[in-house]
């Protein structure tokens, strides 16, 4: 028997989801693949069948969740992909507590709307909208593909649908890293061919009032490099006897922050600049010594740029705040000898180099074994995040080679986006031209097919990447690569598949006023994805 097919127990189903505040490494994160496993576990064909749907465990206790319904001896298989973590709910304030309610919610919003934003009113105004948090990022596309499950059961498919949602999408996206291998031992196991993934991310507005519909067929890609200050620590009494990294690191975000050298625009999608995501000296109490080093990292999307033409870019940052930092010093230090005539500025450099050089520098010092065993060490002890690790095994290298301070180290941390992109693929062109005319002529809705999804997704795991960078291009200056962390450079290569982007209209994501519209979404859309997956399913 099926449950969710209809606009009204879609909306039951969604909320029921929501309910569960299954916000990022949070214990509710844990539950809601609980839940999800235990709601498709009551479903016949899993009873019969229940090797099919199973729970898989992240190597930190969290678990993601694949249901797989197979048609006879067919090989053709589409992915419907999800995830079912979201951001927290601080922003709310004090609708903090109904975040996860809702329809209180939405009642509480309807109650205020006079003191709400003119588009969140007009919204409230139509009556079609729900508010609440994960109602639209992305528990009503997780929702949508349950209700094709159902219709997988109910052979309504001309072949195997395997949803597979996963936690962890709004920070590392360590659930779809993990579920790479799962996918590749169930590709081989059930001797089936990947057509296609579907993602049901929502659909993203470009700009403040956009009323276009969109649907996608690439994500956009991101990496997050890091700029490891290392300076030279003196008293504060002699300021000019080392070099403040401080210092070094603002000179730095003049140079990166919104660089418009990073801008880059294919088609209608035009990636934003770099923007700093973190910044601070690395000195962890109170002294009259300077610090000795500082970290900033920054947010640099792309679309087909190489990670060459990235890296270059980034070196071109940082060659010019170190040259600017040298002049600044030294012209600060020639007002300072004006007044301090016996005062001598020591000669200084600042050295720019990337995370590899430092590595074999410090291996060249003090052999491979002894590095390996450092790293190890760091490794086994392990209390930070993937961000502060990563900084933490440059420092540790950086330490051993001071003498080549003052320097700026370039380095990446996770997580990492590859752009992926099948809009030229004829495949997936006849599926959207498919999907676009359908819902034309039965809705009067026209959708815009835009090549990248712009809100990063798991998509990038599994699409074909939009330009010919090799990944160990990358990986080779990620310091936590191997030390603790592998980017699975491998299996993304095995797996690689057209994907597309089919979802939910909704506003607002990552903000309290987060909503879902209704009538799109749950009563035009499970049409407009039903016949997409019977299109993906046809033999390529």
């Known amino acids: 028997m099926k449950h969710w097919q209809t606009k009204e127990a879609l909306t039951e189903l969604l909320c029921s989801l929501v309910h569960h505040q299954s916000v990022t490494e949070s214990n509710a994160e844990i539950a809601l693949a609980e ?3 235990h709601i498709l576990a009551q479903k016949e064909y899993f009873q019969s069948h229940p090797d099919f749907l199973k729970l898989h465990p992240l190597d930190d206790g969290r678990r993601l969740l694949t249901a797989f319904v197979k048609k006879g001896n067919t090989k053709e298989t589409v992915i419907l992909l999800s995830h079912f973590d979201v951001v927290g709910v601080e922003d709310y304030g004090s609708l903090e ?22 588009q969140v009113r007009q919204d409230i105004i139509t009556g079609d909208w729900l508010f609440g948090r994960g109602s639209m990022d992305m528990k009503a596309g997780l929702s949508l593909h349950l209700s094709m499950i159902e219709k997988a059961i109910d052979d309504e498919f001309d072949g195997n649908i395997l949803l597979l949602t996963v936690p962890d999408e ?11 291998p799962v996918l590749n031992q169930l590709k081989k196991e059930e001797n089936i061919t990947y057509n296609a993934c579907l993602n049901g991310e929502p659909m993203f507005s470009k700009y403040p009032g956009d009323d276009h519909y969109y649907v996608y067929t690439g994500s956009i ?10 300076g030279k620590e003196s008293h504060v009494g002699e300021p000019f006897a080392g070099v403040n990294p401080n210092l070094m690191i603002s000179f730095l975000s003049q140079q990166l922050e919104l660089n418009e050298a990073f801008i880059e625009k294919i088609g209608d999608e035009v990636t934003p600049p770099p923007t700093s995501l973190m910044q601070r000296d690395l000195k962890e109490a109170y002294s009259v010594q300077t610090p000795n080093a500082a970290i900033a990292m920054y947010n640099v999307l792309y679309l087909k740029q190489s990670f060459h033409e990235l890296n270059e870019k980034l070196i071109a940052g940082a060659t010019q705040a170190a040259q600017e930092i040298e002049n600044h010093v ?26 590899e050089e430092l590595y074999h520098e410090a ?16 490794v086994s002890k392990r209390e930070h995040g993937d961000r502060d690790f990563s900084t933490l095994l440059v420092q540790d290298l950086a330490a051993l080679c001071k003498d080549l301070g003052p320097m700026i180290i370039l ?11 099948s809009f030229d693929d004829p495949y997936i062109q006849d599926v959207m031209d498919n999907v676009t005319k359908q819902t034309k002529e039965e809705y009067q809705i026209e959708l815009t097919v835009a090549e990248f999804f ?26 936590l690569q191997n030390n603790g962390f592998v980017f699975p450079e491998d299996v993304m290569e095995q797996l690689t598949m057209p994907v597309l982007n089919i979802g939910p209209l909704g506003r607002d994501p990552h903000q309290w006023t987060e909503r879902l519209e209704l009538t799109y979404s749950f009563e035009y859309l499970p049409e407009i994805l039903t016949d997409a997956i019977k299109q993906l399913l046809k033999k390529k």
């Not at 712009?454 to 310091?479: E, F, H, I």
């Open 35 to 37: 839940y999800l496993y």
């Open 97 to 118: 507590n109904l975040a996860f309610h809702p329809k209180e919610l939405t009642k509480e919003m309807e109650r205020i709307k006079d003191e709400l934003p003119e």
């Open 170 to 180: 709004e920070v590392n996206s360590h659930g779809m890293l993990t579920a790479l």
């Open 221 to 230: 890609g991101k990496v997050l490099p890091g700029f490891y200050c290392y």
């Open 330 to 355: 030294k012209q600060k230090a020639g007002y300072f000898a004006d007044v301090a005539t016996d005062f001598t500025l020591p000669d200084f450099r600042v050295r720019v180099m990337m995370y």
């Open 363 to 378: 291996v060249k010092r003090y052999g491979k074994e002894e590095i390996t065993r450092r790293q190890n060490l760091l």
């Open 411 to 421: 380095f990446y941390s996770p997580p990492f986006y590859p752009a992926v992109s």
């Open 454 to 479: 712009t809100g990063l997704s798991d998509l990038s795991y599994v699409g074909p990447p939009s330009s010919q960078s090799k990944l160990s291009q990358l990986t080779t200056n990620m310091p």
